[in-house]
């Protein structure tokens, strides 16, 4: 079954930059359209970004033009590089496939923006 491991969380500054890593196993990653999800306390958990097998993304409002979300078929990983951070970006940040995510999830890494 589909299991998903991500990490590169942590504390940074607003304005800062991280970048976040899922490794996917129990998949043929290479056929499947990925996402990034995020979970901030006491809110739902909404996609931020998205890529398909192709290469094409697609993100949320909030983020655009501040994250970037990419893909390494070859290690079965999915990437989210944030840039200009803000407070309001802190949340569990998880992968999974766009729009009809899978049932099992990873256990996320936290992202932390804080002065």
């Known amino acids: 079954q589909v299991q998903f491991v991500e990490s590169g969380g942590g504390l940074v500054q607003p304005g800062g930059s991280l970048r976040v890593s899922c490794a996917a196993s129990?998949?043929?990653?290479?056929?499947?359209?990925m996402g990034w999800y995020r979970q901030a306390p006491g809110k739902q958990r909404e996609q931020v970004a998205s890529i398909t097998t192709r290469g094409i993304t697609n993100y949320t409002d909030s983020v655009k033009g501040r994250f970037t979300i990419s893909r390494d078929n070859t290690k079965d990983t999915v990437y989210l590089q944030m840039n200009s951070l803000k407070p309001e970006d802190t949340a569990v940040y998880y992968c999974?496939?766009?729009?009809?995510?899978?049932?099992?999830w990873g256990q996320g890494t936290q992202v932390t923006v804080s002065s």
């Open positions: 999974n496939r766009p729009f009809r995510p899978f049932d099992n």
């Open positions: 129990g998949i043929i990653f290479s056929i499947y359209h």
